[in-house]
């Protein structure tokens, strides 16, 4: 293990004691602390901040930040989980509209591109801090008088269940690194440009029919992906040797809703606090 790589460790040692908020000493105290050059310290720090543990605030110090939530990719409800983690989930509707599903949604959704569908913006909440925007499209036939209040602080699974008879059985998504936008930044309360995860998802119901387009914007500061890595089985019961991603996560874990039904984030208490 390099000098580094082992300054690196004994302060996010240091780190994991302190509460969220908390700054850590000063560069120069660290270094004589922990026996090693300004350099070396500067440059665990650097890494400690890249990988979301640290927060440099410009002439204040250093500051121990929000862990993020893992994110296992499963297809589960996020208010109920956020629930059972004793963490209070929201929803703010920013617009709702219908439209005309053109090519590229009718597609996906499998619908004429002359369907209505209706879209919802908006965002998503875990104690009270905004963790993602989405944008959901949904065929307008499957939801008749479909509200913006319906969406305030409430399952979009449940109400498809509980109002129109659909129970959300199965789902595709993709995932991949971008930035935001202006508007992302503005509603996520996040500077142009932050890392971010984009999923697009679609779920379809027990009976097959596709219910719903879903495009995410996740914050890149808050939330890990997570998955258990299993061998891959051929015919004769012996292992391909390529993995498989399965679903996985622990309540709030060390780093880190999407919409209703997407992967949602599990977390874990760090060190003596919960996060």
């Given at each position: 293990m390099s000098k580094q790589e082992e300054t690196r460790d004994r302060v996010l040692d240091l780190v994991e004691s302190l509460e969220v908020g908390r700054p850590i000493p000063a560069e120069r105290q660290l270094a004589v602390d922990l026996g090693v050059s300004r350099l070396t310290v500067r440059a665990a720090l650097d890494e400690l901040v890249r990988d979301g543990y640290l927060d440099r605030r410009h002439g204040s110090g250093t500051?121990?930040?929000?862990?993020?939530?893992?994110?296992?990719?499963?297809?589960?409800?996020f208010s109920e989980d956020m629930r059972r983690r004793g963490m209070t989930p929201g929803s703010r509707t920013l617009e709702l509209t219908t439209t005309t599903a053109g090519a590229r949604l009718a597609h996906r959704l499998g619908v004429s591109p002359e369907a209505r569908l209706v879209r919802v913006k908006r965002l998503r909440l875990a104690d009270n801090q905004p963790m993602a925007m989405e944008v959901l499209h949904v065929p307008e036939a499957?939801?008749?008088?479909?509200?913006?209040?319906?969406?305030?602080?409430?399952?979009?699974?449940?109400?498809?269940?509980?109002?129109?008879?659909?129970t959300i059985a199965s789902g595709a998504q993709s995932i991949e690194p971008t930035v935001t936008s202006e508007e992302e930044s503005e509603v996520l309360n996040v500077p142009l440009h932050t890392p971010a995860f984009l999923f697009e998802r679609t779920t379809a119901s027990e009976s097959g029919r596709i219910v719903e387009f879903v495009r995410s914007i996740y914050r890149g500061d808050r939330y890990r992906l997570v998955a258990d890595l299993v061998p891959q089985r051929s015919r004769n019961g012996r292992s391909a040797g390529a993995p498989r991603a399965d679903a996985s996560g622990s309540p709030r874990e060390?780093?880190?809703?999407?919409?209703?039904?997407?992967?949602?984030?599990?977390?874990?208490n760090r060190g003596k606090n919960a996060r």
């Open positions: 500051y121990v930040t929000e862990p993020k939530i893992a994110q296992p990719l499963t297809l589960t409800s499957l939801v008749p008088g479909l509200t913006r209040q319906d969406f305030e602080d409430h399952s979009f699974y449940e109400l498809l269940r509980e109002r129109y008879s659909i060390r780093r880190g809703d999407h919409h209703d039904g997407a992967p949602a984030p599990h977390s874990s």
